[in-house]
């Protein structure tokens, strides 16, 4: 195991610089760098700063480094590249132009335009060669941490059988000041994960000026800390990027042997703007156009035409040669793993199967049963579904924010994903070390130990999403999703297959008291847009909601019970239609119904106790779970209507939670016993009451709303 650095190691080294820019390179920098300017020029916006800076960093990327084919985007044997300064999109457009990824010049003509491939910030499945979506600072370096992550369970599967795929990363100061970049450097050092190669745009300029206004901190010594091969690239002679010291830097960072196994953080001064001869150094041109005037001047000196858009023949021949680059690193990649697979048949197999695309319905008839009448908490019954869910597929693998006991979350026997010299015995996470990859080397377990960073945990598991070889599932409480809101808005907005388990889901937590009882939670959640948010009533419902998340295109978070509830004496089957359709008729009237009691989780058996109270009283009511709003208002009109009939306008919901976003569903005379403030300390029983989450308040609204529709 190697040794972990501490802030006494020794400084980081510094690479020499030998020449390896030819004129052709120089000249095809000079073009990025002119295209950057007119992009932003024309479209009157845009971050033109680290644009010009970097423009020798990405082509030294592109076209020396990044193991990439720009013919086939999706090759499965590329490395990935996050420009994690999301902002400086046109620094990776000018690139993906230049190497041959099909993005024109019209297309940076239309730099963020309405309809564009050139969006304002790199978008995942809208520009191709953009690997992840990005903008919010800090969350590129994480999800990489991800992305590193999973393929480094690959190579374990693979057995260094093929070439091993790198993460390049290109962050900013800003990146590195987001609290995030703390979580994600730890995970990524106490993982070794040596292919993860983060370079840090070290400009020192921020909008408002010097980062000796905001921080003073020793960013090097942090990472060396957490367990990072760090190295310094300083300024070239002429002020410009060192590109001989970077390019040797580069190499160390991948493929030498100095990174001692460590992920690699290359510390590059650069000059914000160079050589824009009043741009450069400045604030101002972080976040604006240059101006014509600086624009042509900064062209004269680059030695390129003052046209906007040329780039020549020769410059874009040059750069097209990363497509014969990357088809022969593509054919050798293809070649290792066709050979690797013949030598060793039986992992192939195991490997194929592990990584093939998820059916759901090849899992339903491996969710445990769960008999009617029994009492068990939902936290409980996933914990079940994730042992059973990880018999019959080796691709399902997580962790929880050091709450696995709580959230039920381990896997047993599955082993914790940790370096390959840990993985003996019980090992230091005290889980037992075999798994479906048992006896290979490398990161294998099953059992990510994440501790408590929720806002990297979230990234990198997008970032495990994205390589798309493993369903990735978190762990935390309910109300510690506010610690992962960034992650979980770019897991929606780039449509990620994960989840997230999320247990304590109300005041019913008990002697916790209001710090951890959520009430605006999900109300909250609900409103982000492409977030499924699944709340089970029993246990029942736990497992369908496991088999609707695997199947469906995008995030969905789990809210689990912590107290044991009632499993309701139901279908699984009709169950598992009703869960993916969002809500259902879970007890209904003798005939039609004169009110209906809307509810979700633990308070589905607090309507059925109502519905029975009512029923005595000569009132007929349907009790109606909805474990996901979203996926029923989803449905057409003709199955709401069916489980919401218009003509009854006599409804309450029931939730443990604030009643925000609820009258859609019941109306103007609807009614609502919900929590509306934050919650005690009590025990479960004497909270839901102080709380007003009782039967009789459901009897009472129900009375009340039937008055103000007319109904009594």
């Given at each position: 195991?190697?040794?972990?650095?501490?802030?006494?190691?020794?400084?980081?080294?510094?690479?020499?610089?030998?020449?390896?820019?030819?004129?052709?390179?120089?000249?095809?920098?000079?073009?990025?760098?002119?295209?950057?300017?007119?992009?932003?020029?024309?479209?009157?916006?845009?971050?033109?700063?680290?644009?010009?800076?970097?423009?020798?960093?990405?082509?030294?990327?592109?076209?020396?480094?990044?193991?990439?084919?720009?013919?086939?985007?999706?090759?499965?044997?590329?490395?990935?590249?996050?420009?994690?300064?999301?902002?400086?999109?046109?620094?990776?457009?000018?690139?993906?132009?230049?190497?041959?990824?099909?993005?024109?010049?019209?297309?940076?003509?239309?730099?963020?335009?309405?309809?564009?491939?050139?969006?304002?910030?790199?978008?995942?499945?809208?520009?191709?060669?953009?690997?992840?979506?990005?903008?919010?600072?800090?969350?590129?370096?994480?999800?990489?941490?991800?992305?590193?992550?999973?393929?480094?369970?690959?190579?374990?599967?693979?057995?260094?059988?093929?070439?091993?795929?790198?993460?390049?990363?290109?962050?900013?100061?800003?990146?590195?000041?987001?609290?995030?970049?703390?979580?994600?450097?730890?995970?990524?050092?106490?993982?070794?994960?040596?292919?993860?190669?983060?370079?840090?745009?070290?400009?020192?300029?921020?909008?408002?000026?010097?980062?000796?206004?905001?921080?003073?901190?020793?960013?090097?010594?942090?990472?060396?800390?957490?367990?990072?091969?760090?190295?310094?690239?300083?300024?070239?002679?002429?002020?410009?990027?060192?590109?001989?010291?970077?390019?040797?830097?580069?190499?160390?960072?991948?493929?030498?042997?100095?990174?001692?196994?460590?992920?690699?953080?290359?510390?590059?001064?650069?000059?914000?703007?160079?050589?824009?001869?009043?741009?450069?150094?400045?604030?101002?041109?972080?976040?604006?156009?240059?101006?014509?005037?600086?624009?042509?001047?900064?062209?004269?000196?680059?030695?390129?035409?003052?046209?906007?858009?040329?780039?020549?023949?020769?410059?874009?021949?040059?750069?097209?040669?990363?497509?014969?680059?990357?088809?022969?690193?593509?054919?050798?990649?293809?070649?290792?793993?066709?050979?690797?697979?013949?030598?060793?048949?039986?992992?192939?197999?195991?490997?194929?199967?592990?990584?093939?695309?998820?059916?759901?319905?090849?899992?339903?008839?491996?969710?445990?049963?769960?008999?009617p009448g029994s009492v068990i908490a939902p936290r409980d019954a996933s914990g079940a579904v994730i042992q059973a869910l990880a018999e019959r597929?080796?691709?399902?693998?997580?962790?929880?924010?050091?709450?696995?006991?709580?959230?039920?979350?381990?896997?047993?026997?599955?082993?914790?994903?940790?370096?390959?010299?840990?993985?003996?015995?019980?090992?230091?996470?005290?889980?037992?070390?075999?798994?479906?990859?048992?006896?290979?080397?490398?990161?294998?377990?099953?059992?990510?130990?994440?501790?408590?960073?929720?806002?990297?945990?979230?990234?990198?598991?997008?970032?495990?999403?994205?390589?798309?070889?493993?369903?990735?599932?978190?762990?935390?409480?309910?109300?510690?999703?506010?610690?992962?809101?960034?992650?979980?808005?770019?897991?929606?907005?780039?449509?990620?297959?994960?989840?997230?388990?999320?247990?304590?889901?109300?005041?019913?937590?008990?002697?916790?008291?209001?710090?951890?009882?959520?009430?605006?939670?999900?109300?909250?959640?609900?409103?982000?847009?492409?977030?499924?948010?699944?709340?089970?009533?029993?246990?029942?419902?736990?497992?369908?909601?496991?088999?609707?998340?695997?199947?469906?295109?995008?995030?969905?978070?789990?809210?689990?019970?912590?107290?044991?509830?009632?499993?309701?004496?139901?279908?699984?089957?009709?169950?598992?239609?009703?869960?993916?359709?969002?809500?259902?008729?879970?007890?209904?009237?003798?005939?039609?119904?004169?009110?209906?009691?809307?509810?979700?989780?633990?308070?589905?058996?607090?309507?059925?106790?109502?519905?029975?109270?009512?029923?005595?009283?000569?009132?007929?009511?349907?009790?109606?779970?909805?474990?996901?709003?979203?996926?029923?208002?989803?449905?057409?009109?003709?199955?709401?209507?069916?489980?919401?009939?218009?003509?009854?306008?006599?409804?309450?919901?029931?939730?443990?939670?604030?009643?925000?976003?609820?009258?859609?569903?019941?109306?103007?005379?609807?009614?609502?016993?919900?929590?509306?403030?934050?919650?005690?300390?009590?025990?479960?029983?004497?909270?839901?009451?102080?709380?007003?989450?009782?039967?009789?308040?459901?009897?009472?609204?129900?009375?009340?709303?039937?008055?103000?529709?007319?109904?009594?």
């Amino acid at each position: 195991m190697t040794a972990r650095p501490t802030a006494s190691s020794p400084s980081p080294s510094t690479s020499v610089s030998v020449p390896v820019f030819g004129e052709a390179d120089r000249r095809a920098v000079a073009v990025a760098r002119a295209l950057a300017m007119d992009a932003v020029e024309a479209a009157g916006s845009g971050h033109p700063g680290t644009a010009l800076a970097l423009a020798p960093v990405a082509h030294l990327l592109f076209q020396r480094h990044i193991r990439h084919d720009p013919a086939d985007a999706a090759w499965e044997g590329r490395d990935r590249f996050v420009l994690s300064c999301g902002h400086a999109s046109i620094l990776q457009y000018t690139q993906l132009h230049l190497a041959g990824y099909g993005l024109e010049l019209a297309d940076l003509r239309r730099f963020r335009q309405l309809g564009s491939l050139t969006p304002g910030h790199p978008e995942l499945g809208h520009t191709t060669g953009v690997e992840m979506t990005t903008g919010p600072l800090g969350q590129g370096v994480a999800t990489a941490v991800g992305m590193a992550m999973a393929l480094k369970r690959d190579e374990s599967r693979l057995a260094g059988g093929v070439p091993d795929r790198t993460v390049w990363v290109l962050c900013s100061d800003g990146d590195l000041q987001e609290g995030i970049s703390y979580e994600a450097g730890a995970l990524a050092g106490r993982h070794r994960l040596d292919n993860l190669v983060v370079v840090w745009d070290d400009n020192s300029i921020q909008i408002e000026g010097s980062t000796d206004l905001t921080t003073r901190e020793d960013t090097a010594a942090r990472f060396a800390a957490q367990g990072w091969f760090v190295q310094r690239v300083g300024l070239g002679a002429d002020g410009d990027i060192d590109t001989g010291a970077l390019d040797a830097a580069l190499t160390a960072a991948s493929t030498g042997e100095e990174h001692g196994g460590r992920p690699s953080l290359i510390v590059l001064k650069s000059q914000i703007a160079w050589p824009a001869p009043n741009a450069v150094n400045t604030p101002a041109a972080h976040g604006a156009p240059l101006g014509a005037a600086e624009v042509a001047a900064t062209k004269a000196l680059l030695g390129v035409a003052e046209e906007p858009f040329t780039v020549p023949a020769d410059v874009l021949e040059h750069t097209r040669g990363a497509l014969a680059r990357g088809a022969a690193l593509h054919r050798a990649w293809d070649k290792a793993l066709e050979q690797w697979a013949l030598a060793h048949p039986e992992r192939a197999a195991a490997r194929a199967h592990a990584i093939r695309p998820l059916d759901p319905a090849e899992t339903a008839d491996a969710l445990p049963a769960f008999p009617p009448g029994s009492v068990i908490a939902p936290r409980d019954a996933s914990g079940a579904v994730i042992q059973a869910l990880a018999e019959r597929l080796p691709r399902l693998w997580g962790g929880s924010a050091d709450l696995g006991d709580s959230n039920r979350t381990t896997i047993k026997a599955g082993g914790s994903f940790l370096p390959a010299d840990e993985q003996t015995g019980e090992g230091t996470s005290g889980h037992a070390a075999t798994s479906d990859l048992s006896g290979t080397s490398g990161l294998a377990g099953r059992n990510i130990h994440w501790g408590v960073r929720e806002h990297a945990m979230a990234a990198a598991l997008n970032g495990i999403a994205i390589v798309g070889y493993d369903t990735p599932f978190a762990g935390t409480f309910l109300t510690f999703s506010d610690y992962e809101r960034p992650s979980l808005r770019l897991a929606s907005l780039m449509r990620l297959p994960v989840v997230h388990v999320w247990s304590h889901d109300s005041v019913a937590l008990g002697a916790d008291g209001p710090t951890h009882q959520p009430v605006e939670h999900l109300a909250s959640l609900r409103a982000m847009p492409g977030l499924s948010v699944v709340r089970p009533a029993d246990a029942t419902e736990t497992a369908a909601g496991w088999l609707a998340a695997l199947g469906h295109r995008g995030p969905v978070g789990l809210v689990l019970a912590r107290q044991g509830l009632p499993v309701l004496d139901t279908d699984p089957a009709a169950v598992r239609e009703g869960v993916a359709r969002g809500a259902y008729v879970v007890a209904d009237a003798p005939g039609a119904p004169d009110v209906l009691l809307l509810a979700s989780g633990s308070e589905v058996a607090l309507a059925l106790a109502a519905r029975e109270e009512l029923a005595g009283r000569g009132i007929a009511a349907r009790v109606v779970s909805v474990p996901c709003k979203d996926w029923f208002t989803e449905q057409d009109a003709a199955y709401r209507d069916t489980v919401l009939p218009p003509a009854v306008r006599a409804r309450v919901v029931v939730e443990a939670a604030t009643v925000f976003g609820w009258h859609d569903l019941i109306g103007d005379a609807g009614r609502a016993v919900t929590v509306d403030g934050f919650g005690t300390s009590a025990s479960a029983s004497d909270a839901m009451t102080a709380m007003g989450m009782t039967r009789d308040a459901v009897v009472t609204a129900a009375l009340d709303s039937l008055g103000a529709a007319g109904s009594r």
